[in-house]
């Protein structure tokens, strides 16, 4: 359903992606594994078109989406949530749901989704009314991904999700996305340092290495893999 | 030599062809309004700290001299060195110290506050004693000392002092501006955090940059009311601080060459105003229209400024204009 | 007490229209960090285009809703022409183009309209007799001016508060890339946020001329009112630039009664004071945030 050909982005004057290549299939969970300024966030970022793309070809269901705004890849079906989760803290926890869902309107419809949401997320639903910077790390990372959900996505790009969290925490969200991408039918594709975990719950993955793709594989594969377990999974 | 000619140039008959138009008081004033500038350039475009109040400083400076002059009998040089001083206090303690816990818009507000408020406390009627309402001051005949009588007119004594102070204090700035103090403004300016890690002291070269900045609106300030004769609340208004600030954003930020031609366009701006409302009529009521899309203009295209922008080759230059942002509109 | 009742009440109806002055300072402050010092003078520019619309033989109301309807394409055309350009380079680079404006919107002022004053009310719903309660009265113009600024301040409570439209106005001030992230059009969010900013000034501005007339100065003084009364408040807090107004208007009013003319008229001193006051004790104001909440 996304297909990334050739991916060409840089910042200023020092590529940060020279040709990366992946390929999200329809309703499964794909991880990017990778360090620190591999370019996993930078993917993400410029799939959601948060940044200017210099070559290359994003395909979502078949229509080219690099170069289109935030806006129009939002209400074409494709949600982000980011490092730092950017949630509107000064806002109320019901407020945050209710921009989530801005590109589809607020009629019938939203009632509905805001329910199925918090059947996801039932921590939310006892502080609705709560601005969202007195939420713990763990709501807030549930707020995070609920307000992504309230767009009907099709498509859901995490950067980061575990970041901040307790273990055991992560693997309990790791468990949601799981079982939300499988129920919802949603695809996803994560960026996470806590490789182990993320590749645990995918049906494939890619490895990045300075701004390139230097492996891609099934998920499989890829933890019986020793290189690949000794230098990103950590075991 | 051009400059101590200068007021004996329209009295031959071939510059006079000319300069007929290049009165010796121009000149003079271009003095006085080369060390506002200087401040003003010193204080925004070399730390980077914004003033609406200029003006009020330097009438508050032209005040000073007038009232020690006029009724406390003090000499005029003295008077005028005596303000310079005190307004350089004043910049320092009273707005440099407390300017720095302010951002931008804070100071911003509060000089434009300054500003607009001055000329009502100049017209209070407890003040009045000496400062005589809104009527103004008005100074004395100063002419030349008695072996130079025969010489020159006031007038061109004048122009003789204004412009040694002048030059004086421009090899000061100088010097300043080359010295370990000034590359800290400039430090400051580029970014305060970077500054910081360079070792600036920046809250103390902050409310500095004020405290010099003052001083030459002060020296500037007694020398306006010398050459003018005269001074009243509404002799400088908000009007002329905004004039000042686009004085040296189009002559130049972060540059002395800057400052020398934001006084030559402070000084002629209104003659050559005129003088186009002469053949495009309107000109003169559009005047400030032309003054704001320049400012405008300077800031999209330069957004770093345009300091040095005269003293590099022009290829490069072509390349910093951020002429794509006009094309651009996606935020 | 029947003077400080009456001059209260003066007090109130004045600080009412610096309040919705401070509030369009405020809304623009918000939406793109530009403290707009061209304020005034783009209030002034609308109030000409009132007074022209209306001496084509239009009516006052219908005058006021073209005037605000060219006041907000006006704002939103200098945030997506101008002010988008500079953003985000610097405070002082937006302060500079901010009086670019002020002098672009005085020049084309002065160019269209010359340099005489005009007649501009007080027109209709402003002129009548003083309504009193016991012995305090308040005149047409005060209650006028008092109506016109409750009902403007409780539309954009509403619109803020009450709307999805406007929620995503908070959101694009509170923070711009979760709100990209939801999808909502920023830049256009931004526009509207200088275009509403601008067309509640022009309300001020209208509301100002009817008792100080129309000139192209009209509006340089009750700008310092409205700035000392959204720093008294806080930049970035509607509710602040409200309740600093209110104050301001009164501090003003009591300071220009009990001063003695001996003293002379203090009225631009005080607002002065008053700026450098609270940027001493409480640089944030009374409702301004100290440190933005980031999460």
Not at chain 1, 163 to 181: K, N, T, V, Y
Request: charged fraction near 10%; glycine fraction near 12%; include cysteine.
């Amino acid at each position: 359903m996304l297909t990334l050909k050739d991916i060409h982005v840089s910042y200023g004057q020092a590529p940060a992606l020279h040709g990366v290549s992946l390929e999200v299939p329809e309703g499964h969970i794909v991880t990017l594994l990778g360090a620190n300024g591999s370019g996993k966030s930078t993917t993400i970022h410029a799939v959601a078109g948060l940044l200017p793309i210099q070559a290359g070809s994003i395909d979502f269901e078949g229509r080219e989406i690099a170069g289109l705004s935030t806006e129009t890849i939002v209400r074409l079906g494709i949600c982000a949530t980011l490092e730092g989760r950017q949630l509107f803290g000064e806002m109320t926890v019901l407020e945050n749901l209710r921009l989530g869902a801005y590109t589809q309107g607020e009629g019938k419809g939203f009632d509905e989704q805001l329910e199925r949401v918090l059947t996801y997320f039932p921590a939310l639903s006892e502080r609705l009314e709560l601005s969202s910077y007195l939420l713990s790390g763990g709501e807030q990372q549930m707020l995070a991904i609920g307000r992504a959900l309230m767009a009907r996505p099709r498509l859901l790009l995490m950067d980061e999700p575990s970041l901040g969290l307790a273990p055991l925490l992560a693997q309990e969200m790791f468990a949601g996305i799981m079982s939300l991408s499988k129920a919802e039918g949603i695809s996803v594709l994560l960026a996470e340092q806590a490789a182990d975990l993320a590749v645990g719950i995918s049906g494939y993955g890619y490895v990045l290495e300075v701004g390139k793709v230097v492996l891609g594989d099934t998920a499989r594969n890829l933890l019986d893999n020793e290189e690949v377990r000794s230098a990103y999974l950590g075991h | 030599m051009f400059l101590v000619a200068f007021p004996f140039l329209h009295e031959w008959p071939f510059f006079r062809m000319f300069l007929s138009e290049f009165r010796t008081f121009n000149a003079t004033m271009f003095a006085v309004w080369l060390l506002v500038l200087l401040g003003m350039n010193l204080l925004t475009g070399y730390s980077g700290q914004v003033s609406f109040g200029h003006a009020a400083l330097v009438l508050a400076s032209a005040y000073l001299t007038a009232v020690l002059s006029q009724q406390y009998g003090f000499p005029l040089w003295g008077a005028i060195g005596l303000s310079g001083a005190a307004t350089a206090l004043v910049g320092w303690v009273t707005i440099g110290i407390p300017a720095v816990r302010l951002r931008g818009p804070y100071l911003a507000i509060a000089t434009f506050g300054l500003m607009l408020a001055f000329p009502q406390i100049l017209k209070l009627n407890v003040l009045t004693q000496w400062t005589q309402g809104a009527l103004g001051i008005r100074g004395g005949v100063v002419g030349p000392p008695g072996f130079l009588g025969g010489v020159l007119d006031g007038r061109a004594w004048m122009y003789y002092v204004a412009m040694s102070v002048a030059v004086a204090m421009t090899v000061l700035f100088v010097n300043l501006t080359r010295s370990r103090t000034g590359r800290a403004f400039v430090a400051l300016r580029d970014s305060e955090v970077g500054a910081e890690q360079m070792g600036v002291d920046v809250p103390r070269y902050k409310a500095l940059a004020f405290g010099v900045s003052s001083l030459y609106a002060g020296i500037g300030g007694g020398l306006f009311f010398a050459v003018q004769g005269f001074v009243s609340p509404d002799s400088l208004g908000l009007i002329d601080s905004i004039f000042f600030l686009v004085a040296i954003v189009i002559g130049g930020l972060g540059s002395v060459l800057g400052s020398i031609v934001a006084a030559l366009f402070l000084t002629f701006q209104s003659e050559a105003i005129s003088a186009l409302a002469g053949f495009v009529p309107g000109t003169n009521n559009l005047r400030n229209v032309f003054y704001g899309a320049s400012l405008i203009a300077v800031i999209v295209l330069f957004p770093k400024g345009i300091a040095g922008f005269f003293q590099r080759p022009l290829w490069p230059k072509l390349r910093e204009w951020n002429l794509g942002s006009l094309w651009s509109s996606r935020s | 007490m029947d003077l400080f009742l009456q001059q209260l009440i003066g007090g109130i109806a004045s600080g009412s229209m610096f309040a919705i002055l401070a509030l369009g300072i405020v809304l623009i402050y918000r939406s793109t960090g530009t403290l707009n010092f061209a304020q005034g003078q783009m209030a002034m520019f609308s109030m000409f285009v009132a007074w022209s619309a209306m001496s084509t033989g239009m009516g006052f109301w219908p005058a006021v809703l073209l005037t605000l309807l060219s006041a907000l394409a006006m704002g939103a055309l200098v945030e997506w022409l101008i002010v988008r350009r500079v953003e985000g380079t610097s405070d002082l680079n937006s302060l500079i183009v901010a009086m670019g404006l002020f002098l672009i919107f005085d020049g084309l002022a002065l160019y269209i309209w010359g340099p005489l004053p005009k007649s501009f009310g007080p027109f209709s719903f402003f002129s009548g007799g003083a309504s009193c309660v016991g012995g305090v009265c308040i005149g047409r113009l005060n209650l006028g001016i008092l109506v016109v600024s409750i009902v403007t301040t409780a539309l954009l409570y509403l619109l803020f508060q009450c709307t999805r439209f406007g929620l995503a106005l908070r959101a694009t001030a509170l923070n711009r890339l979760a709100s990209r992230l939801v999808g909502i059009p920023v830049g256009r969010m931004l526009s509207t946020g200088w275009g509403l900013g601008t067309a509640v000034g022009a309300i001020a501005g209208i509301l100002a001329a009817q008792s100080l007339g129309l000139d192209i100065r009209t509006m340089f003084f009750v700008v310092l009112f409205a700035l000392a009364a959204a720093v008294l408040g806080g930049l970035d807090s509607p509710v602040g630039a409200v309740v600093g107004g209110l104050i301001i208007g009164v501090v003003k009013n009591l300071a220009g009664t009990y001063t003695p003319s001996s003293v002379g008229s203090i009225d631009l001193a005080v607002a002065f004071a008053v700026i450098v006051l609270v940027l001493m004790v409480r640089p944030n104001g009374i409702f301004g945030r100290p440190v933005r909440m980031r999460v």
